[in-house]
């Protein structure tokens, strides 16, 4: 079913370009023409304002395996706004060095501290590698980051000057791609197949995320001209055939029924450790790390504020693409900096009726937490956005 919606959405782009071409005789190596719907903007189509927090971590996200006494800690947190599109490829990446480092038999207790996106990967990958005792213990299991993130899977590019890590972040990224291509494919057992899609991605031409995976999992974009119905003129923008979208509440509610059927999880919140009697523990605490970093880890964990607003009364034939516009910066009230965008995916909230699809983003403020969310900031948010696509 997922791949006939693909194959239509791909006829429907190309009977609309080759028409257009058809029409002006532009030469055969002109941009594609293509008209896109976008989304409604008005007071009745913007739902439920989001406000979350990444676990933005200076110098990338730690993963290393510490060890104290005769504990094993391996530590995978501070992803920051990456967080989706590395967990795959740096939960496989640890439990490789943990295998090649910690001797443990199968049936050792292991401790996964944390149920965000990576906590939870963590324990599907133990346990599908034949781990048969695995406890995942978390203050909180639902309403996380993890289930309010976008869900674009593509790393933000941050610029890493080792040669060295860079190389492993390239590979950790290539991992993840082909996890997430796997379970669209629903080659992954006990996960569910509609929590990734194949999707038509349109990125600015400077726009650098997905770069580098062409050749090596992805095809080169192609250059495209989308012309929104109320814009004067089209956007000249690059359309990844084969980027991945993730379905992030359906994605970490089957991670969590796999879970509840074969570990154990305990709602609780851990201060130190000291208080985990298990030899092994993974420390996938996300912000939470703060509290519970390596001994060896300096680098400050900060919040990476970002709003977002779901969208509601929509089409949700015509919300089936990622858009994404990279903004600027500005100055909030209280003299934080705020990188902006305009982005579009089509995510859903589960359970939620058909036309309630759709999210709009967004904002970085970085170290501003809850206790100041910047609520002038959705305003201005969709403000932008109803100029970029014309509302
Ligand atoms: C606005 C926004 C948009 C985003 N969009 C994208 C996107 O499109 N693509 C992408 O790849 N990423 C995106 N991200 C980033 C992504 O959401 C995060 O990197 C990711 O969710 C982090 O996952 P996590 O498991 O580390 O943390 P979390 O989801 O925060 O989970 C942390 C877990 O640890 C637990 N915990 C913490 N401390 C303790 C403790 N002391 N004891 C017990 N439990 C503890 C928490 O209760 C929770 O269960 C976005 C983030 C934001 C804010």
Request: with cysteine.
């Given at each position: 079913?997922?791949?006939?919606?693909?194959?239509?959405?791909?006829?429907?782009?190309?009977?609309?370009?080759?028409?257009?071409?058809?029409?002006?005789?532009?030469?055969?190596?002109?941009?594609?023409?293509?008209?896109?719907?976008?989304?409604?903007?008005?007071?009745?189509?913007?739902?439920?304002?989001?406000?979350?927090?990444?676990?933005?971590?200076?110098?990338?996200?730690?993963?290393?395996?510490?060890?104290?006494?005769?504990?094993?800690?391996?530590?995978?947190?501070?992803?920051?706004?990456?967080?989706?599109t590395l967990a795959p490829g740096c939960v496989q990446h640890l439990i490789d060095q943990f295998h090649a480092q910690v001797d443990v038999p199968k049936?050792?207790?292991?401790?996964?501290?944390?149920?965000?996106?990576?906590?939870?990967?963590?324990?599907?990958?133990?346990?599908?590698?034949?781990?048969?005792?695995?406890?995942?213990v978390a203050e909180q299991f639902e309403d996380l980051t993890s289930h309010k993130a976008g869900g674009f899977c593509a790393p933000t590019g941050a610029?890493?000057?080792?040669?060295?890590?860079?190389?492993?972040?390239?590979?950790?990224?290539?991992?993840?791609?082909?996890?997430?291509?796997?379970?669209?494919?629903?080659?992954?057992?006990?996960?569910?197949?509609?929590?990734?899609?194949?999707?038509?991605?349109?990125?600015?031409?400077?726009?650098?995320?997905?770069?580098?995976?062409?050749?090596?999992?992805?095809?080169?974009?192609?250059?495209?001209?989308?012309?929104?119905?109320?814009?004067?003129?089209?956007?000249?923008?690059?359309?990844?055939?084969?980027?991945?979208?993730?379905?992030?509440?359906?994605?970490?509610?089957?991670?969590?029924?796999?879970?509840?059927?074969?570990?154990?999880?305990?709602?609780?919140?851990?201060?130190?450790?000291?208080?985990?009697?298990?030899?092994?523990?993974?420390?996938?605490?996300?912000?939470?790390?703060?509290?519970?970093?390596?001994?060896?880890?300096?680098?400050?964990?900060?919040?990476?504020?970002?709003?977002?607003?779901?969208?509601?009364?929509?089409?949700?034939?015509?919300?089936?693409?990622?858009?994404?516009?990279?903004?600027?910066?500005?100055?909030?009230?209280?003299?934080?900096?705020?990188?902006?965008?305009?982005?579009?995916?089509?995510?859903?909230?589960?359970?939620?009726?058909?036309?309630?699809?759709?999210?709009?983003?967004?904002?970085?403020?970085?170290?501003?937490?809850?206790?100041?969310?910047?609520?002038?900031?959705?305003?201005?948010?969709?403000?932008?956005?109803?100029?970029?696509?014309?509302?």
């Open positions: 079913m997922k791949q006939l919606i693909f194959a239509l959405l791909c006829t429907t782009l190309m009977h609309a370009a080759a028409t257009d071409l058809a029409t002006s005789g532009a030469p055969a190596e002109a941009p594609l023409y293509i008209p896109l719907q976008p989304p409604k903007l008005s007071a009745e189509h913007l739902g439920t304002r989001v406000l979350c927090h990444r676990p933005v971590r200076t110098g990338g996200p730690y993963m290393k395996i510490e060890q104290r006494g005769t504990t094993s800690i391996v530590h995978n947190y501070g992803h920051g706004g990456d967080g989706w049936e050792e207790p292991i401790v996964v501290i944390g149920a965000g996106v990576v906590g939870l990967l963590t324990a599907y990958m133990l346990h599908t590698s034949g781990h048969s005792h695995i406890t995942v610029q890493e000057s080792d040669p060295v890590k860079k190389e492993l972040m390239h590979k950790i990224g290539i991992a993840s791609y082909k996890f997430y291509e796997a379970v669209a494919r629903g080659q992954k057992p006990d996960v569910d197949a509609m929590g990734a899609w194949f999707m038509h991605a349109f990125l600015m031409p400077g726009d650098q995320r997905l770069a580098a995976w062409e050749d090596d999992v992805m095809q080169k974009p192609t250059s495209v001209l989308v012309q929104f119905p109320n814009k004067k003129r089209p956007y000249q923008m690059k359309l990844y055939k084969d980027a991945i979208f993730l379905d992030t509440h359906r994605l970490m509610a089957s991670l969590l029924l796999k879970l509840k059927s074969h570990m154990l999880s305990v709602k609780q919140r851990v201060e130190s450790f000291d208080e985990i009697s298990a030899r092994c523990i993974f420390n996938c605490a996300g912000l939470g790390a703060q509290d519970l970093k390596a001994l060896d880890d300096d680098a400050p964990m900060v919040p990476g504020q970002g709003h977002l607003i779901m969208l509601k009364n929509q089409d949700p034939y015509k919300i089936d693409y990622i858009i994404g516009f990279k903004g600027g910066s500005g100055i909030t009230k209280d003299g934080r900096v705020v990188h902006h965008s305009v982005y579009m995916f089509p995510k859903q909230t589960l359970g939620a009726p058909e036309t309630s699809i759709g999210v709009l983003g967004g904002t970085y403020i970085e170290d501003a937490d809850a206790t100041t969310p910047h609520e002038e900031q959705f305003d201005l948010m969709v403000e932008r956005a109803r100029y970029f696509f014309g509302q």
